[in-house]
Every structure is written in structure tokens, then in C-alpha cells.
């Protein structure tokens, strides 16, 4: 059974810093992209950061870049987000996805609030 599991949102104040985890299970972690999105109330989901199955050449959304980092544990089949310098606008339900070609796995989701 596929699971993804986000864990490490919650409550935290403007400027301040929050790493969110993703624990991926089921299927083959190193062989996916991962990515991470993020999605507020009443709008679209919208892609943070990617990172290649290989750990290469990352991506990230305009609004976010310079302010966090993808990264990946192959061996523990765990993709990172830690994100700095937070603003209220980053507040959002953090997702974490696996793609692969036509293949695409989705995390429940952790809830992030920056707020004072």
C-alpha cells in the first residue's frame, strides 16, 4: 500500500523557519520525483518544489525561491521542504506528491501557519 506521510507544520511566526518531512512507503522512493505543493482555501493546488528521482537539479516556485530547499533521503525514503524566512502568504495545507510518467501519489497533507 502507497503512503505518503507529511509531518512538521504547524503554528509559527513571520521570519521564522519550519522543515516539513514526507515518509514515502509502497512503492520504489528512488525511483519518483518528488515534489512538494501546497494548496489554500478556495484556490488551486500550486507546485513549491521539485526534486529529481536522482537527487539532480531541483525546482522551485517564483514566490518561494531563495526561501527553501528540496531535499532527499533515498535510503529513507524521506523528501525534506525546509523553508525560511516565512511569511503569512505561505500559509497553506503543505502536499506531498511522487511522480513517475503517468503515475502520480499524493500525501494527506500538513498544515502550515505562519502567523503572530
Known amino acids: 500500500q502507497v503512503q505518503l506521510v507529511e509531518s512538521g507544520g504547524g503554528l509559527v511566526q513571520p521570519g521564522r523557519s519550519l522543515k516539513l518531512s514526507c515518509a514515502a512507503s509502497?512503492?520504489?522512493?528512488?525511483?519518483?520525483?518528488m515534489s512538494w505543493y501546497r494548496q489554500v482555501p478556495g484556490k488551486a493546488r500550486e507546485l513549491v518544489a521539485t526534486?529529481?528521482?536522482?537527487?539532480?537539479?531541483?525546482n522551485y516556485a517564483d514566490s518561494m525561491k531563495g526561501r527553501c530547499t528540496i531535499s532527499r533521503d533515498n535510503a529513507k525514503n524521506t523528501v525534506y521542504l525546509q523553508m525560511n524566512s516565512l511569511k503569512p502568504e505561505d500559509t497553506a495545507v503543505y502536499y506531498c506528491n511522487a511522480g513517475r510518467g503517468f503515475v502520480d501519489y499524493w500525501g494527506k497533507g500538513t498544515l502550515v501557519t505562519v502567523s503572530s
Open positions: 509502497g512503492f520504489v522512493f528512488s525511483s519518483y520525483a
Open positions: 526534486i529529481p528521482s536522482t537527487g539532480g537539479s531541483t
